[in-house]
T-cell receptor, first 111, second 116 residues
Framework: GQNIDQPTEMTATEGAIVQINCTYQ??????LFWYQQHAGEAPTFLSY????GLEEKGRFSSFLSRSKGYSYLLLKELQMKDSASYLC????????????FGTGTRLTVIP | DGGITQSPKYLFRKEGQNVTLSCEQN?????MYWYRQDPGQGLRLIYY???????QKGDIAEGYSVSREKKESFPLTVTSAQKNPTAFYLC???????????????FGEGSRLTVL
């Protein structure tokens, strides 16, 4: 089976740094994705990790530890527009290599 | 610009009616997907198609049907057999081959279906 856990809600202050964690237990692993989704809109791709380590992309970074089944998304210099849901998704390595999504973490940035 | 177009954006349906949601992509992607999103739940896979004229059930296919007659199009029909159809429906596509391809999903803007 597939199990992906991430916190339901987080609040952080504008200009600060926030880390959103994701733990997973899946049958097979072929990459982990982070998506951003503003309310009522489509998810947009943020990052992809398939090997252990940190991937940095501007203000956003994503980390993966395959042995621990763990990832985090790090957002620096938070802006009000970063208020959104952040979805963690894992691609399995069997069948059609479909993505399995966590429930998402709703981040609220306050002034 | 390439992308995925879903229509309609909002749809109201009476109980007992079938409704079809449109999804069109011009990204030349082979694989297409339909997800359902409910409050407090992750995206759940309804159906997917990896190639024209072929599609597979996802985790919650009951009460839904799809077709894939063209590479660009993957419409979803929500039938009267679907017991709780009110939800936000997302269509997605992805490239399945190519150098450096991460295979990330590209999503449409979504269709919000409300059953009255």
């Amino acid at each position: 089976g597939q199990n992906i856990d991430q916190p339901t809600e987080m609040t952080a202050t504008e200009g600060a740094i926030v880390q959103i964690n994701c733990t997973y237990q899946t049958s097979g692993f072929n990459g982990l994705f982070w998506y951003q989704q503003h309310a009522g809109e489509a998810p947009t791709f943020l990052s992809y990790n398939v090997l252990d380590g940190l991937e940095e992309k501007g203000r956003f970074s994503s980390f993966l530890s395959r042995s621990k089944g763990y990832s985090y998304l790090l957002l620096k210099e938070l802006q009000m527009k970063d208020s959104a849901s952040y979805l963690c998704a894992v691609r399995g390595s069997t069948g059609a290599n479909n993505l399995f999504f966590g429930t998402g973490t709703r981040l609220t940035v306050i002034p | 610009d390439g992308g995925i177009t879903q229509s309609p954006k909002y749809l109201f349906r009476k109980e007992g009616q079938n409704v079809t949601l449109s999804c069109e992509q011009n990204l030349n992607h082979d694989a297409m997907y339909w997800y359902r999103q409910d409050p407090g739940q992750g995206l759940r896979l309804i159906y997917y198609s990896q190639i024209v004229n072929d599609f597979q059930k996802g985790d919650i296919a009951e009460g839904y049907s799809v077709s894939r007659e063209k590479k660009e199009s993957f419409p979803l029909t929500v039938t009267s057999a679907q017991k709780n159809p009110t939800a936000f429906y997302l269509c997605a596509s992805r490239r399945t081959s190519g150098r450096g391809n991460t295979g990330e999903l590209f999503f449409g803007e979504g269709s919000r279906l409300t059953v009255l």
